[in-house]
């Protein structure tokens, strides 16, 4: 069971993900600034981290002025960069596509961690052939799922007239400017990502303490948020919270997106890696088409689930090369440590 905790707990923040991009449209669609969401959403993360990293680890790793300072840097990378760029983009763009190039990540965060050699790549060898090919593979799944239709799957069929009436019209109401502009915003957000989950890792190393860490970021990114914010909105009212779906999705987004997936990610980072974590990022946007399926009666297509197979299967072909590496580090570092053994046992027979 403790192998399968990492898998798990990668489908479990897929699972978050997918409702943190229903409630995020549903707040967004009803009037609420993005800017300020974000802001609202590291508030609540750090409201809710803050007495677990008190109580649980207030005995962890010291901080020093340096530290604190790269940890400012990384959460300004990681969380404040990427999500606001990732709503910019947003304005530029369709939600479907900003969904769908999420799902660059792997790819990127794979070259970011082969540049960086915290991430092993030998062409000569069949795992690293099986990881190369997996991420283009998985990456050209979850395009296909997003902007391949075909014929529609008639036991999931609703409304398909109004459904292409409204892609076509959103379609139409962004310029070919607007869209390149959208287009590079959003790789530019998702660079933003892959490089924190790859620099998360060595600040693991150097800080433990994963509740702390991650709270000391959502603490920066509020910040630095706010910041942003109030210099892209100047009116007052928008910051006004109440009783409603705002409320709701912030606190959703705050506690359990930010606060929890966070948490979960670090820890698997620290467990797998980086590429293992970003490898599972295609599955939120098939489990939220799956929820928009039956939420708001959207259309799912065959040229949709054609993309699922490549999705599915570039990821296991990933996983098979990691795994197939990792056995053979594992069985490299027991023939290393066995001499010494032997060595050991001989010196205490000659002593006695």
């Keep these: 069971m403790e192998n399968y905790k990492p898998y798990i707990a990668m489908l479990f923040v897929q699972f978050i993900y997918a409702g943190m991009a229903l409630f995020s449209k549903a707040a967004i669609a009803k009037g609420m600034n993005p800017f300020v969401f974000v802001v609202y959403r590291q508030a609540f993360a750090t409201v809710a ?19 604190l300072c790269k940890i400012f840097l990384l959460s300004f990378c990681g969380l404040t960069l990427s999500l606001n760029l990732y709503y910019i983009a947003i304005n530029y763009t369709t939600a479907t596509f900003a969904a769908a190039t999420t799902n660059t990540i792997p790819v990127l965060t794979f070259i970011i961690a082969v540049c960086l050699r915290m ?15 997996g991420s283009v593979i998985s990456l050209s799944g979850a395009l296909v799922f997003a902007f391949v ?21 959103l379609m139409k ?10 287009s590079l915003i959003m790789l530019s957000a998702n660079t933003a990502w892959s490089l924190w989950l790859v620099l ?42 109440g009783w409603d779906v705002h409320l709701l999705s912030v606190a959703y987004c705050g506690v359990i ?21 970003s ?7 098939v489990i939220t ?16 689930f054609g993309g699922v197979v490549l999705l599915v299967g570039g990821l296991y072909s990933v996983l098979w090369g990691k795994n197939r590496e990792e056995r053979k580090r594992v069985t490299n570092e027991q023939n290393q440590d066995s001499p010494k053994e032997e060595q050991v046992v001989l010196e205490c027979i000659t002593h006695h």
């Design 257 to 277: 997106v930010t606060g929890i997936t966070y948490w979960l990610q670090v820890w698997t980072i620290e467990k797998k890696g980086p590429v293992f974590t």
């Design 289 to 304: 088409a799956i929820f928009s399926v039956f939420l708001w009666r959207e259309t799912l297509y065959w040229g949709s």
């Design 119 to 133: 991430e092993s790549l030998s062409l000569r060898q069949l795992p690293g052939i099986a990881k190369v090919l």
């Design 149 to 169: 239709k075909g014929p529609a799957i008639k036991l999931m069929n609703c409304h398909p007239a109004t459904q292409k009436q409204t892609a076509d019209s």
């Design 279 to 285: 490898i599972f990022t295609p599955f939120a946007l």
């Design 49 to 67: 981290l803050a007495p677990f990293a008190f109580f649980l680890e207030s005995k962890q790793t010291s901080l020093s002025y340096t530290l």
């Design 173 to 182: 109401s962004y310029s070919v400017s607007e869209w390149i502009k959208g």
């Design 200 to 241: 998360q890792g060595r600040m693991i190393k150097q800080y433990p303490a994963k509740i702390r860490l991650t709270a000391f970021q959502c603490f920066f990114s509020c910040i630095q948020s706010t910041v942003w914010a109030i210099a892209v909105e100047r009116n007052p009212s928008a910051w006004k919270l």
